[in-house]
């Protein structure tokens, strides 16, 4: 209506990169947030230019720390100030916040599960360190993003292309993995009993870091001749007309560095008489 007094418009609340806590919807995690990550950031730096040592381990490990909280803080307080503005189609922290946020906080759940690992006497980059790894990332990841942005309302698992699978999806997929065990349980028999044979069969022409030298046959002309032999019988020889063929090339292989290692001198001669000199 004319003459009416107009309504005062609202002030523009600030954005993320703005320090401020004037206009701010949570004020307390924005601070927490800006904090907490500056310095993490900075105790990272120092604990990396500190060059190692248990109190550099001790001084990245809390710098993780701060920095997982200052992140997740910084992603919520960022969400809290979408929601308040009432005007934008996403009410959430941003992607990439929650995804930096899980990073840190990965590494830290891969330190805490790394522990009893170390305990048990099991390798931590062996196939069950590598399993409970890629297993830790991937609840974190679902955690934050369900404390983030799930639980807080601005998506849902559905808008987000997570459904529940129905029950013949589920029948599927158990009857695939039924068939898939046997297979991939022959599989990996036959791959162990194929890498025990061929660490005795190598081992003659390939020294190990221990070994000063080798005299054997050539384990890559065996992979030739096996080839070749392959070879023929899909071009339509029958097996059993095939000649039975001995190694006929033997291979001296030296390793001077672990004589070296070992206080032992080689002779010239012997080096010059070497097939292949390696180490």
Same mark, same amino acid.
């Given at each position: 209506m004319p003459g009416a007094p107009s309504e005062p418009s609202r002030p523009a609340r600030p954005g993320t990169a703005t320090f401020t806590?004037?206009?701010?919807?949570?004020? *307390?995690?924005?601070?927490?947030?800006?904090?907490?990550?500056?310095?993490g950031l900075a105790l990272i730096a120092i604990a990396?230019?500190?060059?190692?040592?248990?109190? *550099?381990?001790?001084?990245?490990?809390?710098?993780?720390?701060?920095?997982?909280?200052?992140?997740?803080a910084a992603a919520g307080s960022q969400g809290m100030e979408r929601r308040a503005r009432e005007r934008l189609p996403y009410r959430g922290p941003s992607p990439f916040l929650v995804f930096a946020a899980a990073i840190p906080v990965s590494i830290l759940a891969v330190i805490v599960l790394s522990i009893p690992l170390l305990a048990l006497s099991v390798p931590v980059d062996g196939?069950?360190? *590598?399993?409970?790894?890629?297993?830790?990332?991937?609840?974190?990841?679902?955690?934050?993003?369900?404390?983030?942005?799930?639980?807080?309302?601005?998506?849902?698992?559905? *808008?987000?292309?997570?459904?529940?699978?129905?029950?013949?999806?589920?029948?599927?997929?158990?009857?695939?993995a039924l068939w898939a065990v046997p297979v991939a349980s022959v599989l990996c028999t036959s791959a162990a009993m194929l890498g025990h044979e061929g660490s005795h069969r190598s081992f003659s022409a390939s020294p190990t870091r221990n070994a000063i030298l080798t005299y054997g046959v050539d384990v890559g002309e065996h992979y030739r001749r096996a080839a070749t032999l392959a070879h023929r019988i899909l071009k339509g020889a029958k097996p059993g007309s095939l000649p039975v063929e001995t190694p006929k090339r033997l291979e001296?292989?030296?390793?001077?560095?672990?004589?070296?290692?070992?206080?032992?001198?080689?002779?010239?001669?012997?080096?010059?008489?070497?097939?292949?000199?390696?180490?």
């Open positions: 806590i004037e206009g701010r919807a949570a004020p *307390a995690l924005f601070v927490i947030g800006w904090l907490a990550s500056v310095g990396v230019l500190a060059g190692g040592g248990l109190w *550099a381990t001790v001084l990245l490990v809390i710098a993780l720390v701060l920095l997982s909280v200052g992140l997740v196939p069950v360190g *590598a399993l409970l790894s890629v297993s830790a990332q991937a609840v974190v990841y679902v955690g934050l993003v369900r404390l983030l942005v799930v639980d807080t309302g601005a998506l849902d698992w559905r *808008a987000m292309g997570v459904v529940v699978p129905d029950r013949r999806a589920i029948m599927q997929f158990g009857g695939g001296l292989v030296v390793n001077p560095k672990a004589a070296l290692a070992l206080g032992i001198a080689l002779p010239k001669s012997l080096l010059k008489q070497a097939n292949r000199v390696v180490g």
